[in-house]
């Protein structure tokens, strides 16, 4: 199926730090959707994008929806210990349809 | 925010066994639900969409006799991993779509066989 290429596929970085990570496809996605999951746990949802071009924050997360809408961008700002996961992108071709796609993964680590 | 909930977190189970995994919308209806499997260290693979009241639609390359999917009300889907082997040790997530919103996620289903 689709698959999302997501980069950089791990990160360390010291606190404080920003980060950034983007996601590519070769098709079009109508939504954009960021998620986190931490070890054991589901990928809980962060970030959702809905416009070509729209930028979003939520707290220290910012994602923008890129115009072409094959590619997709997130920033966290002043890392924390905290943000320690696994980020997920995932392209969405209609809300609330099961064709969720998948990026790959970038896996963040935090050194205090 | 909706609320899937998951059911049981981890199982352990002997090969040749069948475990059954819930998937459970707490404050919403639910008439699709999706089946996920993720390998260590890689991303979610959609197994099948479970549909209520009618046959789960399965992926590509996803057995349907041995991952059995029942979504016998608006606010429930089970899967039963059926004969369950070594290979189907995995980590299997669920997700469901409160109406015109995104997909939330279950807290996932550690299944070991051994």
């Known amino acids: 199926g689709q698959q999302l290429n997501q980069s950089p596929q791990s990160m360390f970085i010291q606190e404080g730090e920003d980060v950034s990570m983007n996601c590519t496809s070769s098709?079009?996605?109508?939504?954009w959707l960021w998620y986190k999951q931490e070890p054991g746990e589901g990928p809980v949802l962060l970030i959702a994008?809905?416009?070509?071009?729209e930028l979003t924050s939520n707290g220290r997360l910012t994602a923008q929806f890129g115009i072409t809408r094959k590619d997709s961008f997130l920033n966290i700002s002043a890392s924390i210990p905290s943000d320690v996961g696994i980020y997920f992108c995932?392209?969405?071709?209609?809300?609330?349809?099961?064709?969720?796609?998948f990026g790959t993964g970038t896996r963040l680590t935090v050194i205090p | 925010g909706a609320v899937v909930s998951q059911h049981p977190s981890r199982v352990i189970c002997k090969s040749g066994t069948s475990v059954k995994i819930e998937c459970r919308s707490l404050?919403?209806?639910?008439?699709?639900m999706f089946w996920y499997r993720q390998f260590p260290k890689k991303s979610l693979m959609l197994m099948a969409t479970?549909?209520?009241?009618?046959?789960?639609?399965?992926e590509q390359g996803v057995e349907k006799d041995k991952f059995l999917i029942n979504h016998a009300s608006l606010t429930l889907s089970t899967l039963t991993v059926t004969s369950a082997h070594p290979e189907d040790s995995s980590f299997y997530i669920c997700?469901?779509?409160?109406?015109?919103?995104?997909?939330?996620f279950g807290q996932g289903t550690r299944l070991t066989v051994v």
């Open positions: 997700s469901a779509n409160k109406q015109g919103t995104e997909a939330f």
């Open positions: 098709s079009i996605f109508n939504t």
């Open positions: 994008l809905y416009k070509a071009g």
């Open positions: 995932a392209g969405q071709r209609a809300t609330g349809a099961n064709n969720l796609f």
């Open positions: 404050d919403f209806q639910a008439t699709t």
């Open positions: 479970s549909n209520e009241g009618s046959k789960a639609t399965y």
